[in-house]
Nanobody, 117 residues
Framework: QVQLVESGGGLVQPGGSLRLSCAAS????????MGWYRQAPGKQREFVAK???????MYTDSVKGRFTISRDNAKSTVYLQMNSLKPEDTAVYYC???????????WGQGTQVTVSS
């Protein structure tokens, strides 16, 4: 059974930083790229960033230069360091395996990120 447990969200002022963590089952972590996605109120879930097993990273344009994805293979954990946060980054953030550009159908509970003054 796939397990994805996100944590690290919270309320932060514009310009602030947060670091999200996602502990994943080894059955997927060891073999697939891992991605972060987010869903803002009233909007569809969207891709944010992903990192391959070899460490190659990809970001959506709106977060380039502000967010950094990383993975700790020993801990089966993927991280998202978010700097210079903006109100438009407010969303529930989820992680998932990325298989040929598509996430798995099973999702964790997500972690809420709210950027507001």
């Amino acid at each position: 059974q796939v397990q994805l447990v996100e944590s690290g969200g919270g309320l932060v002022q514009p310009g602030g930083s947060l670091r999200l963590s996602c502990a994943a089952s080894r059955s997927i972590f060891n073999f697939y790229a891992m991605g972060w996605y987010r869903q803002a109120p009233g909007k569809q879930r969207e891709f944010v960033a992903k990192i391959t097993t070899g460490g190659n990273m990809m970001y959506t344009d709106s977060v380039k230069g502000r967010f950094t994805i990383s993975r700790d293979n020993a801990k089966s954990t993927v991280y998202l360091q978010m700097n210079s946060l903006k109100p438009e980054d407010t969303a529930v953030y989820y992680c998932n395996a990325d298989i040929s550009g598509r996430p798995l159908s099973s999702w964790g509970q997500g972690t809420q990120v709210t950027v507001s003054s």
